[in-house]
């Protein structure tokens, strides 16, 4: 739904106009004149404009709400985790800013990592348009636009992607406009507390809206892959919701889904259960242990560097204003599937 809306045309909001026939339902017998059972938001809207358009306010207050609710709970833990802190956890508004451009930043890393290993997985070369360094890069823009040339490449093929699902061209296209266009998406640093309360205002609503579009990721979960305890059976740790506490779960699969999946189920491994299928989302995705074992972070892929043998990758970690770096080799079988894409040798 957009936030902003003209309400002089009855068919702009259908979901303002399915609350107003709820909310009426919820407080009053249906309308009945003579057998005839008008819906309560086509006679609000041609008997009074005023009224109609007055209780919009109301409707958004309630659809916001319930979509805060929606991510908090269940969309992926790096996007949950950041938005919760934003609505809730910040201390300053120099801080809130620094979780809003989080938020928006784990938008991108999980829809991108989703999109990249959804190519993997369904074996699509990429060669044209696009380079392996394209996907391994730290730069917000380029994911963006490799998502756009994936989607792209995938219908090209007759083989279109599951995530365009969660995210359609349209909202990609905002995405993109919005980080080239705001002083807020840009990490310019904000000089005061009256300009990142200026900021946080100038691009909230995007943000809302955006969320919305996606709502879609709700439904896709994130697992570290913990075991097979038995043939159609998976342990696996979830990363679902703001908390991060750590939460386990028996995943019950089919015997399709084993079969066309089995080549993820590896110590370590990072999957995404999305539309029945699940796939990797290392190296995009990796995770850090604390030194009890007690608590996993998810960790988001910022960058490669070093030269061989000591090739590093560096992630940052969820939650955390801090970075770890990996050995190569621990993802290496991983960077090797996305260079069989490219038509290129494992390293």
């Known amino acids: 739904m957009r936030m902003h809306i003209d309400l002089t045309r009855f068919d702009a909001c259908p979901p303002y106009n399915a609350w107003l026939d709820r909310t009426h339902a919820e ?12 819906r309560p938001s086509e006679v609000l809207f041609a008997m009074s404009q005023d009224t109609y358009q007055a209780a919009f306010a109301d409707f958004q207050r309630e659809w916001e709400e319930e979509l805060k609710e929606t991510v908090f709970n269940s969309f992926p833990a790096p996007i949950a985790h950041y938005f919760y802190r934003f609505e809730t956890g910040f201390e300053n508004d120099l801080q809130r800013l620094h979780f809003l ?5 784990s938008i991108t890393d999980v829809l991108h990592a989703m999109t990249i290993s959804e190519c993997r997985y369904r074996g699509l070369a990429l060669a044209d348009p696009l380079r392996i360094s394209d996907l391994l890069t730290d730069r917000v823009a380029q994911r963006l636009l490799n998502i756009e040339r994936l989607i792209a490449v995938a219908a090209s093929a007759g083989t279109p992607l599951k995530v365009e699902r969660i995210l359609p061209i349209a909202t990609l296209q ?18 005061s507390e009256a300009q990142a309360r ?16 996606i709502r879609g990721l709700a439904a896709a979960e994130v697992y570290r892959y913990l075991s097979q305890p038995d043939g159609n059976t998976l342990r696996c740790e979830v990363f679902r919701g703001h908390a991060l506490t750590r939460t386990i779960k028996t995943v019950p699969l089919t015997l399709a889904q084993v079969a066309a999946s089995q080549q993820y189920f590896q110590q370590g491994q990072i999957l995404v259960s999305h539309d029945a299928e699940l796939f990797s989302l290392r190296p995009l995705l990796h995770y850090k242990e604390d030194d009890s074992g007690h608590t996993t972070k998810l960790c988001l892929f910022r960058r490669t560097h070093g030269d061989a043998p000591n090739r590093r990758i560096e992630y940052e970690i969820v939650g955390e204003a801090a970075r770890v770096n990996v050995e190569r080799g621990v993802v290496q079988a991983d960077i090797n599937g996305l260079r069989a894409l490219f038509g290129l040798r494992p390293e």
């Open 198 to 213: 200026s900021w946080i205002s100038e691009c909230y609503a995007d943000v809302i809206d955006t969320l919305d579009d």
């Open 174 to 191: 905002k995405m993109r406009d919005l980080k080239q266009g705001r002083n807020a998406f840009s990490h310019s640093a904000a000089q």
């Open 101 to 105: 451009r989080d938020t928006w930043e």
């Open 27 to 38: 407080e009053s017998d249906p309308l009945n004149i003579l057998g005839f059972q008008p």
